[in-house]
């Protein structure tokens, strides 16, 4: 065969080389879905109830969310868990548990969209919700609305399967009335956890 003749060959093969590689990168239309394990770790300073020092443990959970990218590097993600569980302590002793479930709505940026990575860092910011549940009797918890923020990253296994990593921070307080008073409660927790993300 003629070299002239190899290079629509070698063209054609170095083209499908490179498409089977650039899939692994985000891109523009890709819709993906996460799910997870984390912990979360509320502030060390809670604040006050009813007069006393009120501690809320750290606790774990199952996580879940759902994101599309309307840019090669920018693209929104709805995530949230299951509720989870706090164990409250006032002055040391155990006061019952609270439950918590958290919806974060944000926009992330992917430093490395549309390149040939199997790695794809991301961050992101937006607004956090967090409604209260099951709290002790004589105890009312308001619902929380916040600013949230995250930092993540996949390692492409296949075209669709990664594996995941993030941390997250959400900006949360709740007014609490108690013993015929209200207060201030921040619980501002850091959520680390890991999981898969499954992108179409």
């Known amino acids: 065969m003629k070299p002239i003749r190899l290079i629509p060959v070698v063209a054609l093969a170095a083209s499908a080389l490179f498409a089977s590689q650039a899939v692994l990168a985000y891109g523009a239309g890709d819709v993906f879905v ?99 549940s099951g709290e002790p009797d004589g105890i009312n918890a308001d619902n929380s609305y916040g600013a949230a923020g995250q930092v993540g990253i996949d390692l492409a296994i296949t075209d669709n399967l990664m594996l995941n990593g993030f941390a997250n921070y959400a900006e949360v307080h709740s007014d609490i009335s108690a013993g015929g008073g209200e207060t201030e409660v921040k619980v501002d927790p850091v959520t680390v956890g890991g999981g898969v993300t499954y992108r179409f």
């Open 34 to 132: 996460r799910g997870g394990f984390a912990k979360s770790e509320p502030s060390s300073d809670n604040g006050e109830l009813a007069g006393q020092d009120l501690s809320i443990d750290d606790s774990n959970g199952f996580t879940f969310g759902a994101g599309y990218l309307f840019h090669d590097k920018v693209g929104i993600e709805l995530n949230s868990s299951e509720k989870i569980e706090h164990d409250l302590a006032l002055n040391g002793a155990g006061a019952g548990s609270i439950d918590r479930m958290p919806v974060n709505l944000l926009v992330n940026y992917y430093p490395l969209g549309g390149l040939d990575s199997k790695v794809q860092p991301y961050v992101g910011a937006g607004v956090n919700y967090t409604r209260f």
